[in-house]
């Protein structure tokens, strides 16, 4: 009779450039964030995004942009993400579990870096939404606060709720003792955090850009209209916001700079899936 060959041992599938989820923490029926392991050889400039996914079930990555919002220093990688109910990748993706894989292409692009700007004295990083993202990991490099007598964040969502990462990253910041090692006692005084909603109750309600507009978020700040000659800007946000802050921005005499010609401000879009 005829012996076969034992079948080959199932093996567990490895997908390309994986990664082991480490956290997932639901912020709100719109948002997630998840930390990963980090790939030995990964270097990174704050601000900076990388193509990430899942297997596709016609057997091809689905991947997409994402910031990284974790500082170059942490161990792990950190995402912050939307969660769209019909959306190609975040319908799969808000459902992974500590242990589960991601794919990660290690190679890290974007212009919301320090290298794009000129020395300046004042930094303003612009957010709507999960644009906040790379500014979670620009807010905790050091270089920020060496670079600039001040940073202001501004964040503006549509709910309270949609806040709370942004609010959180800040606390933790001021008391982080690693990076007051680093950069000084006294670092968290230079940081302005502003944040403001528009279809919820809040403390200041308002799209950013109307609030500039008026006036009124120089007063609350105590600090004068944005000029090419002490302000720098990065922006991160809905494309509406990126066209309609950058016209302002150029309005104050700010010009858009880039890796190859540093200038006065850049701009990236938020990840939307
Ligand atoms: P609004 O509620 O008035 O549309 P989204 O969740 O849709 O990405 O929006 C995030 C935040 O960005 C919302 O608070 C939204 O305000 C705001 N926004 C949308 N378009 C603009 C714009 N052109 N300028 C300033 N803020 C904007």
Do not use: A, E, N, Q
């Given at each position: 009779h005829v012996t076969e060959a034992a079948a080959p041992a199932a093996k567990t599938p490895t997908l390309p450039d994986a990664q082991t989820v480490t956290e997932v923490r639901h912020w709100t029926d719109r948002l997630f964030s998840f930390r990963c392991t980090r790939p030995a050889s990964l270097r990174f400039r704050s601000g900076e995004f990388v193509m990430i996914g899942l297997m596709g079930d016609n057997g091809k990555p689905l991947l997409r942009a994402y910031s990284i919002a974790s500082p170059s220093w942490d161990e792990e990688l950190e995402f912050y993400s939307i969660k769209v109910q019909?959306?190609?990748?975040t319908s799969k993706l808000q459902h992974i579990k500590p242990g589960d894989q991601i794919i990660l292409r290690p190679k890290p692009v974007g212009?919301?870096?320090?290298?794009a700007l000129l020395p300046g004295r004042r930094i303003w990083f612009f957010a709507t939404g999960t644009g906040i993202a790379p500014f979670a990991s620009l807010l905790r490099d050091p270089q920020t606060y060496s670079d600039y007598e001040e940073v202001i964040i501004t964040h503006t969502c549509r709910e309270v709720g949609e806040l709370q990462y942004g609010k959180e990253l800040i606390e933790s910041i001021r008391q982080d003792e690693l990076l007051a090692e680093l950069i000084g006692e006294g670092f968290a005084d230079k940081l302005r955090y502003y944040p403001t909603t528009t279809r919820e109750e809040s403390a200041k309600m308002g799209r950013i850009t109307d609030l500039m507009r008026k006036g009124e978020v120089f007063e609350d700040l105590g600090v004068a209209p944005l000029s090419p000659e002490t302000d720098r800007a990065m922006v991160c946000g809905n494309l509406a916001f990126n066209l309609e802050i950058k016209d302002m921005l150029e309005e104050y005499g700010l010009e858009e700079g880039a890796n190859s010609k540093p200038a006065h401000y850049v701009v990236e879009k938020a990840f939307l899936d």
């Open positions: 019909d959306g190609p990748l212009t919301l870096v320090h290298d």
